[in-house]
């Protein structure tokens, strides 16, 4: 019957707040699984499998009502008959209704999620609405000839007439499109549930109302209620039916999920998607030790350019050592044509969903991640390597080797030599290379002008937006906040939110200077720069610890709250 989206592990939970594991010392440590920096969204696996399985649906379910709009055409006879004409226009409706959708979903283009519920609104609803109308129409109809024929329906053959045509006919109509739905369309039990329900509540729901608008209906339905007991039954037994096989495919799938294999690596769980790949928690199959791998979503692995991309990101990745930037393990191609690179798992969470969950961080924890940050920029940028698309998103806050807070630097699929201009038309036709929240004046404007200190420029608007709780720019445009990146002036710190030292709000600020000459020439010195304050070494393991701690709790809190 239907799929359920890959499994969670039994850390995992569906909240916004993080799971938690135990740490080498038995403490609780966080288990929010590494994500990528693109935005997040439904299993790019589920979705190309809810689009195939909604153009099969629509399919299918065209042609059946194509058959018999033909058949019903043919043998109806329509003349003088309001009836059959109104029958027979809706029956046409649906079938032209299924037959573009079903089009729409053949071409080749891409399908965003919101108009593939879109159109598996219109394939099972706009059956459904017909189906109701037929029942309605069917009973109205059926009830009313046997009425005047046999007004006590004392006769078997009053009986059987009024049992096939009002009810039998509309019951096994509600059965077929119960069935196509649990059968093809990729569903949690929890949504096919509801959605099933409905399609089984609604031919009860069309009887009771013709049984008390109806005389003849109702006249009927009161001498003989067995039939409507009938109808009960029957959507009943549908229903149950379509949710045991939604639970019995699901675990099936969660099953050959689990077993499948990348070269010595096992899948056990997705943990995020992004605009080119989708990353996975994975074991090897002998060191059993858990990682991270990343693959092209199946819909990109025949464009050049995406593969170019990910090469490109697994060779710069690949060539950095630095603690605080992301450890690549592996790289390969299956058989199948699955390109994947494999990587170290990190618990943990990103700064920005730890601002989106918690608000501005204090700036001792911002100095913290800052200079980390600029320790695994600085090596990327004397290998002659530009980031391109510094944002909180991309900094992970990660717990390795017992410590908490260790900054990781991710996503180097933007990433380029300082010198090659080049490799900048790797990136998307028409697409902006970076992130324009946090993007350089100059990298705007031209890439070939952009060099380190763009990568400096980008870091200063993930402190700003770290103590302030928003990045300095927060239009809805992304034309405005280029815009506004090489024309406007940031707010001050200080007016924004309390606490934030004059000389931190001085780092922050030089780092957005317009001019790249006006701004620190390295992540070094910006390093350095951060050292001398205060704030260096306020931000403590300790706090760390405890701030995860604290976070932890409260997640199972909420948990206790909405079990």
Not at 230 to 247: E, K, S
Request: charge should be negative; aromatic fraction near 8%; proline fraction near 6%.
């Amino acid at each position: 019957m239907a799929d359920t989206p890959p499994p969670t592990s039994p850390n995992s939970v569906t909240l916004d707040a993080p799971p938690t594991l135990l740490d080498e010392g038995g403490e609780a440590a966080p288990a929010v699984h590494l994500m990528e920096g693109s935005d997040c969204g439904i299993s790019g696996e589920t979705q190309c499998l809810l689009r195939t399985r909604l153009k099969k649906s629509a399919i299918i379910l065209f042609a059946g009502f194509a058959v018999f709009l033909l058949w019903n055409a043919w043998n109806a006879e329509i003349e003088n008959n309001p009836h059959a004409w109104r029958i027979l226009s809706a029956h046409a409706a649906v079938t032209v209704a299924l037959g573009a959708v079903a089009a729409g979903l053949c071409r080749g283009c891409e399908i965003g999620l919101t108009r593939l519920r879109i159109y598996e609104t219109i394939v099972f609803g706009a059956p459904a609405a017909f189906f109701t109308f037929l029942q309605f129409s069917t009973m109205d109809l059926a009830c009313s000839v046997v009425m005047e024929v046999v007004p006590q329906l004392a006769t078997e053959a009053g009986r059987t007439s009024v049992h096939r045509l009002a009810l039998q006919s509309p019951a096994l109509n509600w059965v077929f499109l119960i069935f196509t739905y649990a059968l093809f369309i990729p569903n949690t039990f929890r949504r096919a549930a509801v959605v099933l329900g409905a399609m089984g509540l609604a031919p009860l729901a069309t009887a009771v109302f013709a049984w008390t608008s109806c005389p003849n209906v109702g006249a009927v339905m009161s001498m003989h209620p067995e039939f409507f007991t009938y109808l009960v039954l029957m959507m009943t037994f549908a229903v149950g039916v379509g949710l045991t096989g939604v639970r019995t495919i699901g675990a099936l799938r969660t099953e050959a999920f689990n077993a499948r294999q990348l070269g010595q690596y096992r899948l056990l769980e997705k943990l995020g998607s992004g605009g080119m790949g989708e990353v996975y928690l994975a074991e090897h199959q002998f060191m059993k030790r858990p990682c991270a791998i990343k693959v092209i979503r199946p819909e990109k692995a025949g464009d050049p350019r995406v593969l170019a991309r990910f090469e490109r990101e697994v060779d710069a990745t690949a060539k950095l050592s630095h603690w605080n930037s992301i450890e690549i393990f592996d790289y390969g191609r299956t058989d199948e044509g699955t390109f994947y690179y494999v990587m170290e798992y990190l618990p943990g969470m990103s700064l920005q969903q730890i601002v989106d969950k918690t608000g501005a961080m204090p700036p001792s924890r911002v100095v913290h991640f800052l200079r980390q940050t600029c320790a695994a920029l600085q090596e990327a940028h004397d290998m002659g390597l530009l980031h391109r698309d510094i944002k909180p998103a991309n900094i992970f806050a990660a717990h390795r080797g017992g410590v908490h807070d260790v900054a990781k630097l991710l996503d180097f699929g933007l990433v380029k030599p300082a010198a090659e201009v080049e490799s900048s038309r790797l990136t998307m036709e028409g697409a902006i290379t970076g992130s324009p929240q946090y993007m350089a004046p100059e990298q705007a404007l031209s890439d070939e002008n952009a060099d380190g200190r763009a990568d400096i420029y980008a870091l200063g608007v993930v402190a700003y937006h770290l103590l302030a709780g928003a990045p300095p720019f927060d239009y809805d445009q992304p034309l405005k906040v280029l815009m506004a990146h090489a024309s406007e002036t940031p707010r001050p710190l200080s007016e924004i939110q309390d606490g934030v030292p004059p000389e931190l709000e001085q780092i922050v600020m030089r780092c957005l200077a317009k001019k790249p000459a006006d701004r620190f020439q390295s992540a070094d010195e910006l390093a350095a720069a951060l050292a001398d304050t205060h704030l260096a070494d306020a931000w403590t393991d300790a706090d760390a610890a405890r701030w995860w701690r604290t976070l932890n709790v409260a997640s199972e809190q909420i948990v206790v709250e909405t079990s």
